[in-house]
C-alpha cells in the first residue's frame, strides 16, 4: 500500500480545533446524540479524550480527577468499561454538568 505524503492527523486536527468552551460542549454534545443513536460507546469515549487533550494533558487532568494515567488511557483505549462516576467526573472537570433535557 502506498503511504500518503499529504494526510493530516485527525485528533490532532479536532483537538487544535476545539479552542473555547462552547467548541468542546458542541462536540461533546454532537458525540452524545451519535452513541444515542448508535450505540458507540467508544467513540463517545474517543470524544471525551479529544475534549480532555484540547485543554489539558491527560496526566494532569487525570491527577484533577484523582485517577491515575495509566487508568484513563486505559478507559479511553476501552480496555476497561468506565463507571458512570467517572463519566460525570469528566464531565464536571470539563466545566459541563449532565442533564436531561
Do not use: C, Q, W
Not at 1 to 30: A, F, G, Q, R, S
Request: avoid cysteine.
Amino acid at each position: 500500500m502506498k503511504e500518503l505524503k499529504h494526510t493530516i492527523d485527525l485528533e490532532n486536527y479536532i483537538v487544535n480545533d476545539l479552542k473555547t468552551d462552547e467548541d468542546i460542549k458542541l462536540y461533546l454534545n454532537t458525540s452524545l446524540k451519535d452513541y444515542i443513536e448508535d450505540g458507540d460507546f467508544n467513540s463517545f469515549y474517543r470524544a471525551l479524550e479529544i475534549a480532555i487533550k484540547s485543554r489539558n494533558s491527560i496526566s494532569g487532568f487525570a491527577k484533577k480527577i484523582g485517577m491515575s494515567r495509566t487508568h484513563l488511557y486505559s478507559l479511553f483505549k476501552n480496555e476497561k468499561e468506565p463507571k458512570f462516576s467517572t463519566i460525570v467526573k469528566i464531565f464536571h472537570e470539563l466545566g459541563y454538568e449532565l442533564e436531561i433535557a
